[in-house]
């Protein structure tokens, strides 16, 4: 499939989340109460007809269910980063460790690699696999912070250093392009979930 939009929305939120603990590639459950508020919530309309598929990771999985989403297909290419040696770490926590370190590692940008663990650029490499052998058309994915992070960042050309250009609401679905010619693109961001009633968040 040479050209086609894709929708990425980040699962909601579990105890690591709520203590601001790295999470990566272990496997978290959400929490109930998210799962409770979820399922009063689905996906924009015109994303609701397309396929869908999520991480392998049971948050993602259980955020697609609650927000009644058919017959997703595990992908293993929109897998969050792996942190390596920093998860169920907390980010406070490795910055008074690590001092100067730390953001020495962070002021690489797309190079920024956790302790044993990936670079967004690695992330980046991997949906990018999964972009170029697509052929469904228009998806949508349940997916992480780190791969939406790293899709945006490829899209509008950020470098990943400092604040980026634009507040990303990670309950919304954001909307991409992704062309064999030209790459990526950003088509919308921050769209909200709808209440079942049809009515926004």
């Known amino acids: ?21 790295i999470q990566g590639q272990s496997d978290i459950p959400l929490l109930p109460e998210t799962v409770d508020e979820y399922r ?10 397309v396929p869908w598929r999520v991480s392998p990771l049971i948050r993602t999985i259980q955020t697609a269910d609650a927000l009644a989403i058919d017959g997703v297909s595990p992908d293993e290419h929109w897998i969050e980063m792996n942190w390596g040696d920093w998860e169920g770490k907390k980010l406070s926590d490795l910055r008074r460790d690590l001092g100067a370190q730390i953001q020495e590692n962070e002021d690489r940008g797309w ?19 999964a972009l170029a052998s697509n052929r469904d058309g228009n998806f949508g994915v349940v997916t992480h912070k780190g791969i939406i992070r790293a899709v945006y ?14 507040k990303l609401d990670w309950k ?26 049809g009515t926004t968040t």
Do not use: Y
Request: charged fraction near 25%; glycine fraction near 8%; hydrophobic fraction near 40%.
């Open 153 to 166: 960042a490829a899209a509008c050309g950020w470098n990943m250093m400092g604040k980026s250009p634009d």
């Open 111 to 129: 190079d920024f690699r956790p302790d044993g663990g990936e670079s967004p650029r690695d992330v980046l490499s991997r949906v990018e696999v």
């Open 40 to 49: 009063s919530l689905q996906l924009p309309q015109k994303w609701c007809a």
């Open 172 to 197: 919304a679905v954001h909307v991409f392009s992704w062309s064999s010619d030209d790459g990526l693109g950003i088509v919308d961001l921050n769209c909200p979930l709808l209440e079942r009633d």
């Open 1 to 21: 499939m040479s050209s086609f939009h894709f929708a990425l929305l980040r699962h909601g939120v579990t105890a690591w989340n709520a203590e601001r603990r």
